[in-house]
């Protein structure tokens, strides 16, 4: 789906309440918001270990499992085939299984054992030879021998280093009698004199300057000279053992490839697993049936629900039940015939990601795809045209489709545009496809073949006069607005409430008496 058709339907809205904790998820949580699964078994399997997981977030604090997978980062398990690996990629791979065990202790203690989650302990134990049972890694001396003693020589050369030319250094002040001498010191240019003495005695060299400072560093003696250049030997023999080390050690890791690889995976389906159960407990969701029926316990257009509450206004939840062939709903306008179809188009397309659905209970049948004909202007096209180029080409899509038609027709004149509706209903009615059709027309609300039901609106006079801000007048139409869907028994003609509606939000008198003068 484009974003543009995401934004139309409210679900990037939904997909921006499902929180991951860490950046490793955020990718894990793009893919799977790009993936329309197509399985319905893959579907029942994922809705399953989510179950499990809602379960378990009954009596388990959501805080320890964030923790927990906020530390796992991304890892490419095909990079550990390599037959020499570098210290950095040792260093990534032993923090990814440090945390990763801690994830698989606390699974398995919860009894979400259905993830394939290898233990990996011994890997970890092969990164830690010195047994910290800290996260970081270096390539340590125990790993060899050679290793060790060249280790334990370059500390003592360090050492003699050190004392060597901590010697030079004492000799160097007793020489210019300047007791307070350091290894490395600052001289202003402007203190000529001690620049030509210390320059002269040879003890320092000038390692930078500035335009104002010279900074002198102790010079090397015959005898530091040659510990240096031991030290240089000796590191190079380091890295050649260190190099060999790494390889014998990145062939040991290549045994643990294939586990490393079910970790990977298992770790993200985990952490979208516990992501979404998240997201359900926060939003009361239900894990639906896929069933032949249509039926909504309690269903909510989500974010329109959030929106209506944070301006402190209730909304009412939704029982819907609805033929799988062709249904029509009529009512007011702002009944929320509106929301009614994007809440079908919603639910439809996030049960084919797995995602819980925001109601009490909910059994749909599977849809290839949804089609709502509500979008942008194509180019060099009207509202109109747009409308029925992309309803053609919805037609043509293979598999068994939801259309949720949205006052179908309304873009070209009434006449036309009623006809138009009218057949298109009928076409659909006799189709492999579901269709539910919001229309102010008459001629599509009389036909016999078609499941009816109407918003019940508006069920009293009203009068709104009194409230002069529009933002009142509107709180006071929703308040007074029953949005419940009833199914209908016969075939019944749109209610007509708008005269009743545009006095509410201010049309003036006036005009509302001409009106009523041409009823008459």
Known sequence: MNKQRNRLLGLDKIFDLIEVPGSFLEAVKRHKLTTERHSQQEIVDSYSRCARFMDDLFISPTAKWQNLFAHIVDLEPSIYHRDCLAIHELFELKTYVYHYQLLRSHAIERGLNHYDLPDLSKLFQLLDPEQGKIPSFRLSPLYSSILRDLDKERGALSQLLKHKRQEYLALARRSLDLPNLKDE?????????????????????LSRESIANLIYVLADNPETHAIKADLAELKRKIETEENAVLYELSKKVQAFVADISIAVKSVKEMGWDFSLAAFARKYDCCIPLIADEIELIQARNLPLQLALEASNRNYQKQNLTFSTRANLITGPNMGGKTSILKCLAQFSELI???????AEKVSMPLYDFVYYNHSDEGENLSSFGSEVVAFCDALKRPGRGLFLLDEFGKGTNPREGEALATAVIRYLANSIHTTVAATHFTAPAMLKEICQFQIKGIQSALDATTYEDIHQRLRYLANAMDYELISLNTQKTPPMDALKIAKILGLPQDILTLINLEDE
């Open 185 to 205: 010191f600052i001289l202003s240019r402007s203190q000529t004199d001690l620049i030509s003495k210390i320059t002269d005695s040879g003890f320092f060299i």
């Open 352 to 358: 084919k990601r797995a995602i819980p659905l925001p």
